[in-house]
């Protein structure tokens, strides 16, 4: 079944948004040719975040997907190059490969992904690896680290809490629209939050802002079961391990009624799922380490401001390599 291309509603408001970013990061790209993907919906618009911050070229890698495909994605290409006002060169292309030896900065994400051996070895000696979030986050099958440690490539994680970009923030507001999406007002529910970090930090700060009473798995012991909550928001980014199972609290017998379980990350059994008749928001089933549904859910804005981010740990990682003197809040590298 194809799925019709998702496309940024507003073009207006995210130029607006690009360029206000880019004055507050103070991001600047001048004379660097960055390497990243041309996707749909909010992921169209890094390569513009790039040349609007005034990068030399913008390489742009694109291919069939889930999402859509090439072609519709070639002719967004055109739509957008056509909207945006800029004066470097872009390229479109299907083959990683082809264009790396020319890139200053990869970004890590999906088109180019997995960034391997072979990608890595065709690259400059001084190219800069954008991780694109936190280092904590990092997933082994996106990147060939042990090639990047093995031959010096620097790989560059973002500082998402910073006052300036505030990404974690976002995952409270996705938890909030979702529990809407199931009918669940929040106000007076009694929440059980699963999950540590920021991500709980922020879905609790929400979730208690919209009048939720919200639970730890700390403050339930064996006693308590599903009918002692209204709602479950799992939100596990941190700890691999499985949060329904027969070793945990959340296990089996826990589950005497029916509940909603709202998920944006965590490792779950699938299958157990569905013999205990949970029903799960989003339904969409992801891999361990990956979101059910990224901040993109809730608009542009989040994926403008942490792809920017991200642009902008790996220029101040190179300002530093040069000699420029300064203390960067943006960069958080992988691996130190």
């Not at 339930?220 to 027969?246: R, T, Y």
């Not at 296990?251 to 029916?258: E, G, L, T, V």
């Not at 990956?290 to 991200?310: C, K, N, Q, S, W």
Request: aromatic letters at 10%; one cysteine or more; hydrophobic letters at 40%.
């Amino acid at each position: 079944m194809s799925i019709k291309l998702r496309k940024v509603r507003d073009l207006e408001v995210a130029r607006k948004s690009i360029k206000s970013i880019i004055k507050v990061l103070e991001l600047d790209l001048n004379g660097k040719t960055v390497m990243t993907e041309f996707a749909s919906g909010p992921f169209a618009l890094t390569p513009f975040i790039a040349l609007l911050a005034g990068a030399k070229k913008v390489i742009c890698v694109s291919k069939d997907s889930v999402y859509g495909k090439v072609e519709e994605l070639k002719t967004y290409f055109n739509e957008l190059s056509s909207f945006f006002e800029f004066s470097g060169e872009i390229v479109f292309t299907e083959d990683k490969y082809l264009h790396v030896h020319e890139a200053d900065v990869i970004t890590n994400l999906s088109m180019l992904r997995p960034i391997d051996s072979k990608m890595l070895s065709l690259a400059k000696n001084d190219v800069v690896i954008g991780l694109m979030f936190e280092p904590w986050e990092k997933r082994e099958s996106d990147i060939d680290f042990s090639f990047c440690k093995k031959n010096q490539i620097p790989v560059v994680g973002i500082n998402e809490e910073h006052e300036n970009l505030k990404i974690f923030e976002f995952v409270g507001l996705i938890i909030c629209k979702l529990a809407f999406e199931q009918e669940h007002h929040l106000l007076d529910e009694r929440v059980l939050l699963v999950g540590s970090g920021p991500f709980a930090e922020n879905a609790q700060k929400y979730l208690r802002n919209l009048g939720a009473d919200v639970y730890s798995l700390e403050s339930i012991d064996e006693s308590s079961n599903s009918n002692d909550f209204d709602l479950i928001v799992i939100c596990e980014h941190h700890d691999k391990s499985p949060i329904i199972s027969d070793d945990s609290l959340l296990s089996k017998k826990f589950f005497i009624s029916q509940i909603d379980i709202i998920h944006i990350c965590g490792n779950l059994d699938y299958k157990l799922i569905r013999e205990l008749g949970l029903k799960k928001w989003p339904e969409k089933e992801v891999d361990v380490g990956f979101m059910t549904v990224t901040t993109d859910y809730i608009g542009i804005e989040p994926v403008v401001r942490l792809h920017a981010g991200g642009l902008k740990a790996c220029t101040d990682y190179i300002s530093k390599r040069n000699g420029v003197k300064f203390n960067s809040e943006y960069i958080k590298m992988v691996d130190e």
